[in-house]
């Protein structure tokens, strides 16, 4: 599933938004939480087995809004292989209806580790003669401090899978500053690490869009940056955290769109999930509320960005 | 489980490496394949099961020659939950064997997410009523170039636990200069990193050698960094990569250690659990290959290292 893929469900849905999956257990609503520790115990099985029935309600709910999920992965680790087997299962129900899926894991390793890795989310491992998509995920987020040797093996899966993944370039956070603005000479760590990016995708543009499989991920929370590495980086998809809770606007990630309003989506977390806490109904109501949460978010950057 | 305890178990053994757990099913001795085949399947139970079986004999044969194993977290992923489970019962085990465990994770995220990384790997999920423990090494990998933010939550569970962490300084990769070596004014990116972990870590000083809970991954293949860190670091911890297969040698290394002979830790994998490789014997003896081989490591460091 590369980028033209999620271009188009976006384009179908009119909405270039993605639904973050991170849910912790203090964002369950109490009558998912109540039945399934009466069912497995307060344990890691009815930890896990609450997030799986909160996350397939969230996907219910969101389907036909939102075209995509991006479940976090450290809160599924979170409750141990408990939760990474929930975490297979959301996969799994998310592509069968349809979102396209970004494991957000920001993994960075070398060589075989980093093989290692693509298997395990993107691609296949192979067991004797046999093989397993363990996570399956359409796309994975990478952290590329350790340059090249980091990326490439995730890049070779997606090139045989027809896959993508998210470099992490500028990210939305108030100390992503330490490193990523350092400034040598007249270049900045961040937009070499966009440059990079740009470098690594080098032949693997889509034939309908245009972006490489090597997207950039770049936080709503600088909108200059975001500006200009919207125009640095031509070819390249950006996932862009930030909007909402961590203070981004509509008005600031519309510089994430080209033109034709493409090349870019948004990430909402908090603010689809626990969208209950707000509604004073005890998240009886999560599902509705989700949803009401995420048409207001798509109709709040459908002020800004109309998509062609 | 702090650098004052690893360090003593180092002196014990008079032995400063680790022992990497990364098997690859196409690292597993035959014997213990076709044994876990024939009784799960060629299928994700069964690779896991075979890891299992080869992590505990090469645990039995390394108990008393290393103090310490890092099982690398890409290798169970790469087979899903069941991989997820087997990690579990491998820092277990290593953890009753008195292995220090220094999982190889290299998390990098910020906020809630980091503190759910944490949790996960070095602490407690809070389940209703209960707390569950799911992975609970004693120390874990860091990549910090999302900043303070990636690195705070680990410190603050390390701190509430009495554990320690490695961030990624200078890895021993070959594209790792690609952002670690850019050159800012009179500063060089994988010294702020260096500079940062100094500073993240002031005031966690163990009492009896004085090494902070925020130690630094640094590459043994880039001995002058190794040595212009350990003098400018001298506080901090160094788990150091890249001995053996990636180039690194004993005489490299040795810039690692401060005067005493302490405040760093040289990891193998390859080295030793595929040692059997190269016996001849299919495998059935990748114990006694494992312990010669990580008994060879230990003597080949010993030559320049005098731990006091």
């Known amino acids: 599933m590369s980028f033209d893929v999620l271009q188009d469900k976006i384009k179908a849905l009119k909405n270039p938004t993605v639904a973050g999956l991170d849910a912790r257990l203090s964002h369950v609503p109490p009558h998912i939480l109540k039945a399934c520790f009466a069912e497995y115990g307060e344990n890691a099985k009815g930890a896990a087995e609450a997030i799986w029935r909160f996350n397939q309600g969230l996907m219910d709910a969101l389907e036909g809004v939102v075209p995509a999920v991006k479940p976090q992965a450290a809160y599924y680790e979170a409750l141990g292989w408990q939760g990474m087997e929930v975490l297979e299962r959301t996969i799994r129900y998310a592509k069968e209806k349809g979102f396209f899926v970004i494991a957000d894991i920001k993994r960075g390793d070398i060589g075989s580790t980093a093989t290692a890795y693509a298997e395990g989310w993107l691609g296949e491992t192979k067991v004797g003669n046999s093989v397993i998509r363990p996570f399956d995920a359409d796309c994975v987020t990478v952290n590329g401090y350790m340059g090249s040797d980091a990326v490439k093996p995730f890049l070779d899966c997606c090139i045989a899978e027809d896959k993508c993944l998210f470099v992490l370039v500028k990210t939305s956070n108030p100390s992503s500053g330490e490193l990523q603005d350092m400034v040598a000479g007249d270049r900045v760590v961040y937009k070499v690490m966009g440059d990079l990016t740009q470098r690594w995708g080098k032949g693997t543009e889509g034939s309908k869009y245009g972006y490489s499989a090597v997207g950039a991920v770049v936080g709503a929370t600088y909108p200059a940056e975001l500006r200009e590495l919207r125009k640095r980086l031509e ?60 048409e207001k978010m798509r109709d709040d950057i459908r002020q800004y960005v109309t998509i062609l």
Do not use: C, H
């Open 235 to 294: 070819n390249t998809f950006f996932l862009v955290p930030g909007y909402g809770a961590q203070g981004g606007t509509a008005e600031d990630v519309r510089y994430a769109f080209d033109r034709f309003g493409r090349g870019a989506i948004i990430n909402s977390s908090r603010g689809i999930f626990y969208a209950w806490s707000k509604t004073g109904k005890d998240g009886m109501d999560y599902q509705e509320a989700a949803r009401a949460a995420a």
